[in-house]
């Protein structure tokens, strides 16, 4: 008996020790793809064992494994990864965030919500996405990247406004911008600033620090807006910041800094150039029979093409430079069990790649969150921030920098000997104004703008699952114009001003108070049938006040502020008030994940309408159904397969007066004596503009939602338009603000994004969207107005509709344009104008990509826009073939040539859609569809290329991460526009006027170095 048991116990050391020697020791580190922090915690199983341990709180772990065995790791929010062990003995494993966790939880209007529970039509953007975009403000990181959001910068001004069109235009005089809600606060968005630019506006959103935001999510149909009602037709955004967690305090430093240029230079003639073509002008008018003193432009201008030492000014290089561009900011947060913050000081400057202009923001935030008692949390939101915006007049303005140097005439210097300005009435260009460097350095343009965003609240639970808000937010904002137009300046001596200023201020304080109940309930077997409701109140009142002054008569340049003015021409000081009160309602029910229902009701009172029409009801619902959930689709690689519908109507009161219904009265003066006098006539039955929306959605997920994909199909009309009625003239006014017209919007909108390449060393996630949407205009009270020399609205046809005198062609025998006699009359002019086109894009979206590989991580996000538009008004000046606008005694055209004058017809037979060059107007015409181009583009919008040091490493120097990048905006674009740049609207948020360009300032296209540090 005592032999076999010591012969059992030989043989299981021996296969032991055999064991043991199969078996090796693996340590490594877990981190997370989301901050490339260590993860502790993480399950590390042998995979077909019970063998497993966990990390440590540094991530690491160690763990005995047999060849030919595979390691699993799972965590809570991320995607469970899988590693055959082979012979390594040292493991470094990236846990990517389970994308259905990632993307659980949204924001909606007073509240949060499961995504997979919503049945209304909601896109979101997350903070770090924007953080890592070298921009001024939020909305101009959100370009490219949510379905249905047509996001446009039509002026690269630092600090300019952008337009954002959520599903389309929806109005004609009023507003077509969503409405902004910062952490509960319903922002004043508009341009407050009442310093004339051209066709700029400022941004209010660009007091915000990008790097601030934590998520935004976008409220598209109806159903998901209607929470907010008389504010909800455009769309609205909710921005929410980022709050401190639970922990040790976490400082988080970031910065870069980088160079920026123009995307794109237009190509001018040399001066020996221009005057060859000038003479090619007389040479062609001679041919065709136009009497003329002479044969050449040396004998009328006294310059010859073929003197070597002609003067050849390079007017862009002139006024554009490569121009730096710097943000940095620290934040710092943490907290306890019971008070958690978040708080940061930052700093952004943008010089303009233009002479002259240039952006400045100082900002800082503060966000605290207190468990005061077990029933009840408080907290608060703080940001306050200081801008300054360097300006120069562009963008639709004849005395605009970038349209005189488009026009500049190269044979024209900078300065005179003698060091002055040099003037173009001294030269041969007629549409220069005045010398375009000395307005970007001595026209002193500024707005300053001081702006405070708080917003405190408090949060009882008053039982099981009811809960009670109240929250009080303020906006504040004050904001200063300064402008100065120097004696030196052709404007000043035209006006014989001897120089003049202007001084505004506008004052603007916005409150907010706001009260709701939230109840939630499960009830039923398992807990199937589950309610909430939202039941709240909501005041809100703004109160604005402007004062102006402007003077003359200033004793030199040096001395720019008014006070040293010899004459004040003009002061003024007004004021202006609103109010909203509103009451709102939401109850959502879920029964068993599988049947959804949301209906929401806001009644709003404002006091801009009229007493019959004070109070607007605004519905909306909505329902979802999650096949995905049924017995058959269980346990397949269908993980989401749910169908939404909705319905509902929201209002817009935004961009209209906010007396706009009262009877007004101005002061006169009569007999010398002061007198009020009637200035608006009264509408009692003035009501908002009502846009009703049918969405139709799918949600559609596989692989756990590896790949998920969205459609949207809807149907947006607006009804009540606000505009003017034209009355009787013996009323004593031309027209009434009345609620007339119809605007509608069909669209269908598509998203796919997804894990392409999830797990191993190399991963690659991607989002693509894409947008259809059909704007049209289907009543007006007089159809087809004509807006401007270029525009038409016309029912049938989109906002933003061309009305052109149309052309077709190039004759090849004679080389002049065939114009289109539309009357018939034999001659062409206004009266033979027709629509050519419109600014819609057939199509437009983007598309995003993540890539990583080890410790590098790289994002590259596209945009497009396909099919739009744009009148290239400039293109008139810099291809104006030699036409002389003051006859032919001496020929004045009206500047230098863009090459694409090269390509025009020279002799018969040439076929080519550029005319010939003539001193006459035979073929120019400034508002006709030769200047009508595709604006169409693909940008590569950016491009981020980081390093994340591994824990191991930046431990050594005492830091948490350590992360590197170069990233670069704007880098590529691909387009046929022939203008500086194709994202363009000199005319920046009147959709009615939309793609045009008169000197518009660019876009800009920047590299920047930067760093991300965590301690």
Known sequence: MMKRLLVTCVILMISISVAMSQTTNVRGVVTSSEDNLPLPGVNVLVKGTTSGTVTDLDGNFSIQVAQGQTLVFSFVGYDTQ???????????????????????????????????????????????????????????????????????????????????????????????????????????????????????????????????????????????AAIYGSRGANGVVLITTKRGKSGDAKIDINGFYGFQRITNEIDMHSSSEFLSLMNDAIRQDLRAGVQLPYDNITDVWGFSPDDPDLQNTRWFREIFRDAPIQSYDVAISGGNEKTQYYTSLAYFNQDGVQIGTGFERVSARLNVDTQAKKWLKVGTSMNLSRTVQDRTINDNSLYGVVINTLAGDPLMPVREADGSYADPFDYFGWWMLDNPVLIAENYHRFTRTVRGLANTYAEATLAPGLTLRSTLGIDYTYLEDESYTPIISRESVNGNFNGFGTFGSTQDFTWIAENYLNYTKSFGADNRHNISALLGTSYQ?????????????????????????????????????????????????????????????????????????????????????????????????????????????????????????RGLFGVSAYRLAPTLTPAQ??????????????????????????ITFTGDYFVKTTTDLLLNRPIPGISGFSSVIDNIGKVENRGLELGIRGAILASGPFTWSSAFNISWIRNKVLELVIDEQVLSDSHILAVGHPIGTFFLIDQEGVDPETGNMRWVDLNGDGVINSGDRRIVGNSQPDFFGGWDNNFRYKGFDLNVLFNFIVGNQIFNHSRATYENLGWSRLGLGFPLPDGNNHRLADNRWMEPGDVTDIPRASLTNVNWREYSSRWLEDGSFLRLRMINLGYNFTPQRVERIGVRSLRVFVQAQNLLTWTRYTGLDPEVSQNARDPRLAGSDFGTFPQTRSVSLGFNIGL
């Open 541 to 661: 009142a703004s109160s604005r006040t402007f004062s102006s002054i402007s003077a003359q008569n200033f004793p030199s340049d040096q001395f720019t502020k008014l006070s040293v003015a010899g004459r004040v021409t003009s002061a003024s000081t007004s004021g202006t008030d609103w109010g909203l009160a509103s009451y709102f309602f939401r109850g959502n029910y879920n029964y068993a994940d599988k049947f959804l229902a949301t209906f929401t009701v806001r009644a709003d009172g404002s006091s801009r309408f009229g007493d019959n029409f004070r109070f607007g009801i605004f519905p909306s619902g909505s329902v979802a159904y999650r096949l995905s959930e049924e017995e058959f689709l269980r346990n397949t690689a269908v993980s989401d397969l749910k169908f939404r519908a909705s319905y509902g109507v929201v209002g817009n009161q935004d961009g209209i007066g906010n007396f706009a219904s």
């Open 681 to 706: 006539l009264s509408n009692a039955n003035l009501t908002w503009e009502s846009t009703e929306q049918w969405n139709m959605g799918i949600d559609f997920g596989v692989l756990n939602d590896r």
């Open 82 to 224: 899988e590693i055959l062990v082979g012979n390594q003995t040292n493991l470094n494993v990236l846990l990517m965030i389970d994308a259905r966790t990632m993307n659980e939880v949204v924001v909606v209007g007073y509240g949060t919500q499961s995504r997979r529970d919503l049945t209304g039509s909601v896109g979101s953007v997350r903070g770090e996405d924007i953080n890592r975009m070298p921009v001024a403000s939020v909305d101009n990181a959100l370009q490219g990247r949510a379905a249905g959001v047509f996001v446009q910068s039509p002026s690269g001004t630092p600090g300019a406004g952008i337009t954002m069109q959520i599903r389309g235009n929806t109005s004609l005089s009023a507003s077509s911008q969503p409405l902004y809600v910062i952490d509960g606060i319903p922002m004043i968005s508009e341009d407050l600033s009442g310093l004339f630019s051209g066709g700029q506006a400022t941004n209010s959103l660009a007091d915000i620090n990008p790097a601030d935001i934590e998520s935004i999510e976008i409220l598209k149909d109806a159903s998901a």
